[in-house]
Structures are given as structure tokens and as C-alpha cells.
């Protein structure tokens, strides 16, 4: 007997030491998790049968995020079990916040919302109206892209970028930013830190005096709805 | 995570330096009498696959009052970092720099290795030669399959650990604390201590003498107390060794990410160029009871989906059939494969095959090692062609089309006509394809790997010369030109690594000044293809006046002190005599499981699974 599956979004964080593990080795941590809970979910039907995981817009290398999307097929439990069952055998940097059945498709994800913290000796009580007034006019970096055949070509991220806050509290300064995150259109907050680096000459290389946090925050639909 | 994200963001990989992975040991190092750090001296993807270092890191942590964290060889773009910052090389659990440690232990799986060694001490920001570390430094001790003939690296090095860790290790540890808490620990005190604990060779404890011809005149001990020879530990009873059921599961891709458990350790084959098949000895098995519970106890600690049943001739463990069975019964449901590596072609039954294939298949590779039957009794691989021929039928039968083949040339007496030998083989295997009714659609690929003989410490050719350079490449050349198939994949390597490797295996302690410039020199990552560079190597012993010759191309009397005389093995110095007699005689030697050829190995007892005297 074939047994039904009902398709369930997972919503999890991925933090501390586990924002440098790429989106395929969180894939193969996120499946021997699977296997230790005892969640029984669908595998792919072809001649290597693996578990059949749907990541959405999984968060960049050195990213921290608490808005990682996972939908996977279950069969006979109920959300709130999977959660429960799946955070005792996950590590305590991915645990899942939330387990429901998805409204939304992952092809309606529009935005992102973003925490950037930088710290830097080169930043000024002026610099965060000098970012703001930066982003008033284009932002030239060199994006990567398939297209182009040196692998980058330059783009102007400033209608792509939002930002909502920016301040210095004389010890760092901190950026809230939505930023781009379609399937046409995907900005890579390195990219807004990158600039802002160049751009304004902030240090970001001395490990010693310098240091730059993304924190995902928030993904949202293109009618401004979260995305869940 | 101890590195700052500012330096990890300009870094490949990251995940290499973060530590945090699942199943690893945290510790309050407050409550902890000994600090130990066990050191890889490759890169963290290939020390993570390691099952020695599994079994030691679980081994000691297992003991409340010893604390073992690991380190690995940090990727050039990470050396340039921490030396352009100055922080020094730390471990993975706590960020300890390796130099606050009590104790440093280093594997030494390959000779290519030991530049990594170097590498590693100075980004740990510790003194590289043993006379020159201070009371404050750690303890370094090596181990691993190198370190039975230690020599080479035996300046680096405070001690020792010969043969099996499990229990050793946590002996010599306790020997730590027990002298700290005593307040009788100096440094030399300490080391002259462990140098009368079985199994623990401290190389400044000992004086060498050469003769003008640069052979060893004498070797001794320069205190009472002091053992003349070191005798390996083994674990008596294999079936009840420690089994780290829990081990850490790396978050980036390693070389063997899966369950592997150990079903045996030994082997009872004697290949006569074969270091592992005589150190190894003896023959201990563990029961397949014992090892399908410690194989579901990693399955449900890792969840992985995959579990290889590891040790030097799978095919030879006696309960295979019945461990296989056991692990079947549960396996299937649970999405595992198993994987049996290092299978002899002479016990791949039509039985075995489907035992792999249940799940999921990779490709069969048998090891023939020489292309003639004469050659293989040379060198005792007692495998016939027509066994290998078998082999493939059964693998073409149940519908594989390609096939590989490992060997070597460089062989003891080889000829022209033995290279010759392995394209007949393959061609051979080739038409047994298409005199098979059955077999499947498609066409065959043999494809082999031929590696250069390398003569190691503790065998039966360890007093023999190496081939030269140009005598290895004429040899491959030559083996091309008869590879004129499209069906057969020709592969080998450049032989001047074996080269190099094979000075290092045989050498004596005249080489730490070899290893100290080349780490001046800022040599690194030998192992790695892109890093090794043959012509560094030879222009090194060449500026630091040593003749690489001496080491290689020489064929030692038998008389002759050898630099790893004073490391007892199990194995004695007469068989492996009188197994280089037969071998010029081409006289094969029975496996252990048909008659016990006195190797001398069941004398340090245990449960062995064959030798007359102490089986069961």
C-alpha cells in the first residue's frame, strides 16, 4: 500500500558555525537529521532512491538566517510532531520554528529583509547618511552571472535595494535592508556590503578591528504578503 | 566558532574551521586534568574520514578526565591568514591554540605527510624540533602506520605510540596527569617515564652510530630503563575495542562520509610487498553479533545511508554471510546501502554480488598487482587469472560492463614480459565478456591503475631496491604501448612521488634534516598533486648533501642494522627472511586460514582468529 503524503513547509534557522555550510551540505545534514527523528518521508522514485527535499531560497554562504525554507512530504503526522520529532535530532543552530501546510508557492517569493552589522575603525558618525545618499543614485558592482563570459558583469543594485534603517551607535553600525530575492532578480546583500565597502572606503579586511554580520530576516510575496 | 567571520569570509570552505558539528564532545576544560588535541596532518575533509582518528577521539574522551579536541592541516589560503594576522593554528571544539595544549598527537597515515606535520607545528606556534620545546610546550607524539619506522621524523617528536591507541593512548595520558598532580613532571622526567611504558619509543633516549658507508653501526638505549626494542600494543580482545558509535558528522563534504565498521583487523594473506597485511597481525575478528549492533547504533547516532564494512580482505572475514545477513535485515527498509571495499576476486561469489547490489551497486575493483602468475607468486598475491576471470563473469553477469584493476610495477625480478602480462590480463577479461551469453548490452571497459612498488619497513621486500626514475618510466611507457585497446583505461602515476615516498618509508634519522629545510622551504601538502614538485625534492636532499639513492635504489644486506630495528612488530625479522628467500624462488606461502607460516605474530596473544597457539 502506497501511503498518502501531505507536503509540509518547514520554516528553520540556520546560525553560529552552520552559516558556512553550503546549500548541498545543508541538504545532507538536513537528511541524516530526517533519518535520526524517524520521520518517514517520500523519496524520489528513480534507481538512487533519496529523500525528496524542496529547499527555498537557501541563504548564502556566511549568511546567519531565521527564515529558511524546507517543504518536505510526510506521511501520517501531523506539522507540529514533525517539528518536535525533527528538532531533537537537528543541531541546536537549525532548529525549526515552524511546520505547517504551505500557502504560497516558492515562485511568488519576491523580497528579502535583512539585519546587516558592520564594524569597522574607517566608520564615522556620518557614514550611515552617506550610505543613504550612495543609494539615492545607481550602485554600479559586478554581479555574477551566467550570461556574461568573464562570470560578472556590472549592475546597478540601487532600485533593488531598500533600506529601512541605518545608524551608528558608536561601536557598529546597523542596516535594516530589503533587497530584491525573485527568480528574475536576486541581490546578494554581499553585494550592498561590498559596495558601501568600496564605495565609501570602509576597511573590511582585519579580522583583528573589522567585521561584517547578515542576519535574514524576514521573505515576502510580491504583494507585499509574508511568505509562508 | 573562534576564527572571526571577517577571516573565515575571505577563506575557500570555511566550514573546515568552524567545528560545532553534530556528535561532537564538549567538555568544561576546567574539569579536565588532561588537554589532548589530535592533529591531521592533511586537510579537514580527508582527517574527518579517517576511522583511526574516529576511534582515538572517542577512545579518550570516553575517560572523564581527558579532553580530546581535533586540528587539521589549515588550506594554504587559511596559512596566509593566520600568518598575516598572527593567530596561531587552534583546535576545532574550543579554538585552543595547539600550543596551550598538554598533549599534541599527530597520525602519520603517509609519508608524503610529514612536510603537513611541520606546517601544522609552526602555525601552532610550537618549537618544531623536540630539543627545543620548554616545560610550557605540549607533549608531541606521533603515530599511525608511519610511525613504524619513525626515524625520519624522529627530531620532530617527543614520542612515539606503536601500534594500537585505543588503550595505549589513554595509559600515556594518564601517565600525564598522574606526574602533574604529583608535582614530579618536568619534561624529561616525563619522557623517560613513557619511554619504559610498553609500546612508547622516545627517539631522544637512544644514540645512533653510522659507519662511513652512512649504514647504521649501532643503536642503543643511553639510560637503564630504556627498552632495547618496542614492542607494538595491540588490543587483546578485539571484539570488546572501544567502537565510537557516535562519531562527529563533518556539515562539508568529506572523502568517506558514511558508517564504516572495522569487521576485522589484520589480514591473512602475506603479500610479500604488503606493509599493512604484516603490522596489522595478528588476525582478530569481530563477531558479526557485535558489529550489525554497532552498526545500528551509528545509524541511529548519524543517520547516514550508508555503511562500509571495512578492513584489509573484506572477503576473508569469517562471519561475512552471516554479518551481511544481519545488517540486511534492517538496512533495506531503512534506505542503507552497504559497500564491502578491498574484496579479493578469488571470494566474489554470485552470492556476495547480490548482497551489494540489494540496494545500490559502485564499481567492482579487485586487486591483481602483477600481470603474470609467476610475478603474483613473486610476491605472493595467490590469485590465479583464472580467478580474476571468474570474478568478472560474475560481476558482468549481474550486468556491470566495466570493471577495474589495481596494480603495480616495480616488482622484485619483474621482466618485460610480466608488464606485458597485465594487458594480456585485461585482454582477457575483455573476451571473457563476450563469451558470456548473458551478459549485458554495451561494451566492456577495463579500466586499471598501475602504482609504482614502493619497498616498506616490515616486509618481506624491505631490503630491496627501487626501481630508478627512468626505469619506472620506461616501464610505463612500455605498458602503454601494450595497452592498445580502447577497452582498456590506462592509468598510473608519476613515479617520482613513489620515489620520494619510498626515502622517507626507509629512511633513518640523517632525513629530519632533510624535513626541517624542506619545511623551510615552505613545503607543504606533498600529497597533494598540486603541491608536490618532485624537482624541490631532489634538489633538497641534493643541497642538504644527502645521496636519495642511499635510501631507494640500494638493496640492503640482509646483515645490515635497519633504522626500525628496535620496533618490534609481532612479525619477526627470520620470516620475513625467509619469505624474501621464496620469493626469489618463486615459492608462494599459504594463507593463514590454511596453515599458520610462523610469522611469530600470535606471541603477542589476544584472541586471535587463526594462529594456532591462541585460538580460541
Known sequence: MVPEYKKIRLRFNKLGPLKFISHLDLDRTVKAAITRSGVKIEYTHGYNPRPHLVFSLPAALGMESVCEFLDIKVAGMEPDEVRTRLNGALPPDLQIIEAYEPQTDFRQIETSSYVINIVSPDITEETPQRIINMFASPVIVEKRTKKSETGTAPFDIAPYVKITKCEYDGEKLVMNVSAAASNSVYINPDYIIKAISVNLQISLIDPQTSLYTVLRTEVYCQDGQLFR | MFYKDTLLKQVLKPGRYTGGEFNQVIKDVNKVKCRFCFAFPDTYEIGMSNLGVRILYGALNEDPDIYCERAYAPWVDMEEQLVKHGIPLCSLETGTPLCDFDILGFTLQYELCYTNVLYMLRLGQIPLLSAERGEDDPIVIGGGPCSYNPEPVADFFDVFSIGEGEEALVEFSHLYTDMKASGEYTRQKFLRAAASLPGFYVPCMYDVDYNEDGTIKSFSPKYDGVPEKITKRIIKDFDKAYFPTKPVMPY?????????????????????????????????????????????????????????????????????????????????????????????????????????????????????????????????????????????????????????????????????????????????????????????????????????????????????????????????????????????????????????????????????????????????????????????????????????????????????????????????????????????????????????AGCGANRLGGECTWCPNTKK
Not at chain 2, 265 to 287: D, V
Not at chain 2, 334 to 339: A, E, Q, R
Request: proline share 3%; with cysteine; charged share 30%.
Open chain 2, 252 to 596: 562539508i563534504e568529506c572523502v568517506q562520509d558514511r558508517i564504516t565498521v572495522e569487521i576485522m583487523r589484520g589480514c591473512i594473506r602475506g603479500c610479500r610487498f604488503c606493509q599493512a597485511g604484516m603490522i596489522y597481525r595478528p588476525i582478530r575478528e569481530k563477531s558479526p553479533q557485535t558489529l550489525n549492533e554497532q552498526a545500528k547504533q551509528t545509524f541511529d547516532n548519524t543517520g547516514y545511508g550508508e555503511i562500509s564494512l571495512i578492513s584489509l580482505s573484506t572477503s576473508d572475514y569469517t562471519g561475512l554471510h552471516d554479518l551481511t545477513d544481519k545488517l540486511l535485515s534492517w538496512t533495506d527498509e531503512n534506505m542503507v546501502s552497504l559497500s564491502l571495499p578491498s574484496l579479493r576476486a578469488d571470494s566474489f561469489t554470485d552470492e556476495l554480488m547480490q548482497k551489494i547490489s540489494s540496494v545500490r551497486t559502485t564499481t567492482l575493483t579487485f586487486a591483481a598487482e602483477a600481470g603474470t602468475q609467476r610475478l603474483r607468486d613473486v610476491i605472493n598475491k595467490n590469485i590465479t587469472e583464472e580467478e580474476v576471470l571468474k570474478a568478472c563473469r560474475v560481476a558482468f553477469a549481474a550486468g556491470k560492463t566495466a570493471v577495474k584493476l589495481y596494480f603495480m610495477i616495480g616488482h622484485p625480478t619483474e621482466t618485460d614480459e610480466d608488464i606485458k602480462g597485465i594487458a594480456d590480463l585485461c585482454k582477457h577479461i575483455i573476451d571473457a565478456f563476450y563469451e558470456l551469453e548473458d551478459r549485458p548490452k554495451g561494451k566492456p571497459q577495463v579500466t586499471i591503475s598501475v602504482a609504482c612498488f614502493i619497498p616498506k619497513p616490515f616486509t618481506a621486500f624491505q631490503w630491496e631496491g627501487q626501481d630508478t626514475l627512468e626505469e619506472f618510466r620506461r616501464k610505463q611507457k612500455l605498458l602503454g604501448h601494450y595497452c592498445d585497446d580502447r577497452r582498456i583505461k590506462y592509468n598510473y602515476h608519476d613515479a617520482d612521488g613513489s620515489i620520494i615516498e619510498a626515502a622517507l618509508a626507509r629512511g633513518d634519522r640523517k632525513l629530519s634534516a632533510v624535513l626541517l629545510e624542506a619545511e623551510r622551504r615552505g613545503m607543504k601538502f606533498d600529497a597533494w598533486s598540486e603541491f608536490f614538485k618532485a624537482d624541490k625534492w631532489f634538489s633538497l636532499f641534493e643541497d642538504c648533501g644527502i645521496d636519495i639513492k642511499f635510501y631507494t635504489e640500494r638493496k640492503r644486506d640482509t646483515g645490515e642494522i635497519l633504522p626500525w630495528d628496535m620496533i618490534d612488530c609481532g612479525v619477526s625479522k627470520a620470516f620475513f627472511k625467509r619469505e624474501r628467500e621464496k620469493a626469489y624462488e618463486g615459492i608462494t606461502t599459504q594463507s593463514c586460514a590454511e596453515a599458520c
